[in-house]
C-alpha cells in the first residue's frame, strides 16, 4: 500500500495525470495520477487513506517549493491538473460519506475583476487538502457572497484579485460581510495584496501563496 501511495504523491508532485502524458520526461509510460489511483481504490486501498497519504503529501511539497520559490506558476498549475483529474475519482466517496471534508469556504474574485488563475490554484490545493470548496467564480459582489454565506452556512469566504483597482473593492465587501453576517472570517490574496492592505481593511488573514491559506485552515480553524 505505501508505495503505490508513494508513487501516486510522487505523480501529484511532479505533474504526472495519467500515463499518456508525455509530462515529465522522465516519467514518460509510467502510471500516473489518475492510473495509481484508480489502481489503489481497486486494491481496497480506502479513499481516505488516498486522500491522506496519497494526495495530500504531494500538493503539500508543491506548496511548500512553490513558497520558497523552487517552483514556479506553470509547475503549480501541472501539479494541480494532476491533482484534481485524480480527485475526480474520489468524489463519490465524499459523496457518500466515506470521506468527510475537513470544512467548507467559499471562494471568488471580487467584482470588476475576471481574472481566476490564482483563484482556481488556491481553490485545487484546499480541495486536494481535504476541504470542500464553494467557488463562486469571478466579478463576485458583495451581495452574492453574502447570499452564499447564508445559504451554505459557511464560516470561511477567500477574496482574490489580481489588479490594484479591482483590489480596493475588497474592502466594501469585507465591510459588508462583516457587518451582514455572523462570525464569518475573511482571508484575501492576490498579486498586488500586501498584508498591510488585507489589516486596512479589516481582512482576517492575508496569504501570498495557497499552501498558507491551507496551513492556516488545517491549524488555527476548526469547523
Known amino acids: 500500500m505505501e508505495n503505490i501511495l508513494q508513487q501516486l504523491s510522487l505523480c501529484i508532485e511532479r505533474g504526472k495525470v495519467n500515463k499518456v502524458s508525455n509530462y515529465p520526461a522522465d516519467m514518460k509510460d509510467l502510471p500516473g495520477a489518475i492510473e495509481l489511483t484508480r489502481q ?7 479513499a481516505k487513506d488516498v486522500l491522506n497519504s496519497g494526495f495530500l503529501p504531494g500538493m503539500k511539497i508543491v506548496g511548500e517549493k512553490f513558497k520558497n520559490g523552487k517552483i514556479f506558476l506553470p509547475e ?4 494541480a491538473k494532476a491533482m484534481s483529474s485524480a480527485m ?13 471534508y475537513k470544512g467548507k469556504v467559499i471562494m471568488g474574485t471580487v467584482s470588476g475583476d475576471l481574472h481566476d488563475i490564482g483563484k482556481n490554484i488556491v481553490k485545487m490545493v484546499l480541495e486536494g487538502g481535504g476541504w470542500q470548496v464553494i ?9 452574492k457572497f453574502i447570499n452564499s454565506i447564508n445559504s451554505e452556512s459557511v464560516k470561511v469566504v477567500g477574496l ?10 475588497m474592502k466594501e465587501i469585507v465591510h459588508r460581510i462583516k457587518t451582514e453576517t455572523n462570525d464569518v ?14 489589516d486596512s481593511i479589516n481582512a482576517d488573514a492575508y ?17
Do not use: C, R, W
Request: proline share 4%.
Open 135 to 143: 467557488d463562486l467564480g469571478t466579478n463576485v459582489s458583495a451581495e
Open 160 to 169: 482574490s484579485a489580481l489588479l490594484t483597482t479591482t483590489m480596493q473593492n
Open 40 to 46: 489503489a481504490l481497486d486494491q481496497g486501498i480506502s
Open 76 to 79: 503549480v498549475l501541472i501539479s
Open 207 to 223: 496569504f501570498s501563496d495557497p499552501q498558507g491559506m491551507l496551513d492556516f485552515l488545517n491549524q488555527k480553524i476548526i469547523l
Open 185 to 198: 472570517i475573511v482571508i484575501v490574496g492576490g498579486a498586488p495584496l500586501t498584508k498591510e492592505f488585507a
Open 88 to 100: 475526480e475519482l474520489l468524489k463519490p466517496y465524499f459523496h457518500s460519506g466515506e470521506i468527510s
